[in-house]
Nanobody, 123 residues
Framework: QVQLVESGGGLVQAGDSLRLSCAAS????????MGWFRQAPGKEREFVAA????????KYGDPVKDRFTISRAMANSTVYLQMNSLKPADTAVYYC????????????????WGQGTQVTVSS
């Protein structure tokens, strides 16, 4: 089965940028949309961004829509999340996921989940 592995998290200061990567291991993913979610301690998991299998038609959650950019490479089903102008409120564990469509992912429904990578933004 598919395994998603995130990388690129770390500790940064407010206003800094960071880029997360998610790579598939095991068998290649089918024509699924891919996305990013985040969860802070004591908070519900939150939709961040999703991108269609074709690379067209991205969706963003309101808190990140003007600051984050999702992209993907077809080879190895790799997805990226470029995070700019980071805020302390962005501090969370960020999870990569794959689902049937960007619309479905936006409802926090996914078929595969990564293990998460920690992003911490200090003030």
């Amino acid at each position: 089965q598919v395994q998603l592995v995130e990388s690129g998290g770390g500790l940064v200061q407010a206003g800094d940028s960071l880029r997360l990567s998610c790579a598939a291991s095991g068998r290649p993913l089918p024509s699924y949309a891919m996305g990013w979610f985040r969860q802070a301690p004591g908070k519900e998991r939150e939709f961040v961004a999703a991108i269609a299998w074709s690379g067209l038609g991205a969706k963003y959650g309101d808190p990140v829509k003007d600051r984050f950019t999702i992209s993907r490479a077809m080879a190895n089903s790799t997805v990226y999340l470029q995070m700019n102008s980071l805020k302390p409120a962005d501090t969370a564990v960020y999870y990569c996921a794959a689902g049937r469509s960007t619309t479905i992912l936006a409802t926090k429904v996914a078929d595969y989940w990564g293990q998460g990578t920690q992003v911490t933004v200090s003030s």
